[in-house]
């Protein structure tokens, strides 16, 4: 790596962020901000990031917590309470942090990305200079990691997003930032060098806090790009892959996990259908005016996995031309579980755009919008997006916009997507596997852990078995 000149902002510049960073303690009580007034501009982020590391410096470790909780508030949370319910949110205070960990009987683990502002080569820069791991255990215990990420740049000319980045290409999984690499999965070795990368930054730091047991829950909350991690198929320096060891699920922020939590309360036994679709006969017309027809697929895994899962609940599964999107939407605010194995479309950009192809028939275009699926009225405990991608999408403060946000806004309380574009033959083996176990046992989490050690014995790759990941409360 070439050598830098680097140089500390100005002492101006480091006075007004200080005088910032008091007031803001002084002035602003952590659990009362509303989400709507909290800005995601870089300054802002900035802010939340020194106030974080003030915090920490001054070992008020549960007031730095409540900042790296508050800077995930923001869009999302305001469509989650004011969608339906009209509610105005407000930050948790680290009481009320440490009660969502018991209620959820689950040892929660938050990722804090802090940035700093150099001048290198005279212009300024924004590099990843610290890594904060809070762990909360359901017994209410907060601690506190940090792990030095300036070493990834400046010696081995890296960043975390690009060593999340580069792990998926090894693996076989093209990363959203490139669309035009042809991805050629590497060896074996070689991938998981980068999987084992990644576990030591983000999994050994903590390794000693959590459970022994593999079936404690451990739920992620990730930020920036480790939202696109498998955590599942993370590997410690044995080999041993991170699902083999502990029953993981991730969630967007701790506040809207517990707002999860109690909506599945609410929603408690008011609906019973299980909603299974494979294999819709995609729609011809385009989806804008003017767009040419999208190319057509059929996808018979797709359908067999969608008879296979409904055999299990003793139901019929819509497929081919009775899986309509009038049909389909008709029965969603019924359903309890809805698992969809449907493609979803490339808009011109090339990323996949928030639109599920689904059958037409004289109601309906056949395409089934973000904008409509919020505006349905799900109670659904587990929606399963059985598609390639259906997991990713632009990453904001709040987490991913996608889908899965999408179906949460709408009613769901949990949702399993995918990571990249994942294969007929193991997907449906893997979602097979998968409702046969929570068909004994509602522990979702659970259910998709068991499910993927069972593909891992017979399909070891993990790009065979560690793409879907349980979003919410599972």
Request: hydrophobic share 40%; charged share 20%; net charge neutral.
């Amino acid at each position: 790596m070439n050598n830098f000149k680097i140089t500390p902002l100005s002492l101006i510049s480091q006075l007004t962020s200080t005088c910032i960073i008091i007031l803001a303690t002084i002035s602003i009580p952590v659990n009362t901000v509303q989400a709507n007034n909290i800005s995601h501009s870089p300054h802002q982020k900035s802010t939340y990031n020194q106030l974080q590391k003030n915090l920490i410096h001054q070992n008020q470790l549960e007031a730095a917590l409540e900042i790296s909780e508050r800077s995930r508030n923001g869009g999302f949370w305001e469509l989650l309470t004011s969608h339906k319910s009209h509610k105005i949110a407000k930050s948790l205070s680290s009481e009320e942090i440490k009660q969502v960990a018991k209620k959820q009987n689950a040892t929660i683990v938050q990722y804090s990305i802090i940035n700093d502002e150099f001048v290198i080569a005279g212009k300024k820069q924004t590099q990843e200079s610290e890594l904060l791991i809070w762990v909360i255990q359901p017994t209410g215990e907060i601690a506190l990691r940090q792990v030095n990420l300036k070493p990834l740049w400046q010696k081995e000319n890296t960043s975390l997003s690009d060593l999340v980045a580069e792990s998926r290409l090894r693996m076989g999984a093209r990363h959203r930032n490139n669309k035009e690499i042809k991805v050629v999965p590497t060896e074996e070795h070689i991938y998981k060098k980068h999987l084992q990368k990644l576990h030591e930054i983000l999994i050994q730091p903590i390794a000693d806090l959590l459970p022994n047991q593999p079936d404690k829950h451990i739920i992620f909350i990730p930020q920036g790009d480790l939202f696109f991690v498998p955590f599942a198929a993370l590997q410690d320096k044995k080999g041993q892959y991170l699902i083999e060891k502990h029953t993981i699920a991730t969630a967007p922020s701790i506040q809207v996990l517990d707002l999860l939590y109690q909506r599945k309360r609410q929603n408690q036994g008011l609906v019973k259908d299980v909603l299974i679709v494979g294999n819709p006969i995609m729609p011809t017309k385009p989806l804008q005016p003017g767009e040419n027809p999208p190319e057509t697929f059929n996808l018979p895994g797709a359908e067999q996995e969608a008879k296979q899962i409904a055999g299990i609940f003793n139901t019929q599964a819509l497929t081919g031309k009775a899986a309509t999107e009038t049909a389909i939407v008709q029965r969603m605010p019924q359903a309890k579980i809805i698992h969809l194995a449907v493609s979803n479309v490339r808009n011109k950009e090339g990323e996949f755009s928030d639109v599920l192809a689904l059958g037409t028939s004289e109601q309906d275009d056949g395409w089934l919008t973000s904008e409509e699926i919020i505006n349905l009225n799900l109670k659904a405990e587990l929606v399963v997006l059985s598609g390639n991608d259906t997991a990713i999408g632009k990453v904001t403060n709040d987490g991913v916009i996608g889908l899965s946000r999408s179906f949460f806004t709408a009613g769901a309380t949990s949702v399993i997507g995918s990571l990249w574009s994942v294969s007929d033959r193991e997907t449906v083996f893997l979602m097979t596997e998968f409702y046969q176990e929570l068909s004994k046992n509602p522990d979702q989490a659970a259910a998709l852990r068991q499910a993927m050690l069972t593909t891992m014995k017979k399909y070891p790759n993990p790009m065979s078995w560690a793409s879907f990941i349980l979003i919410g409360d599972g």
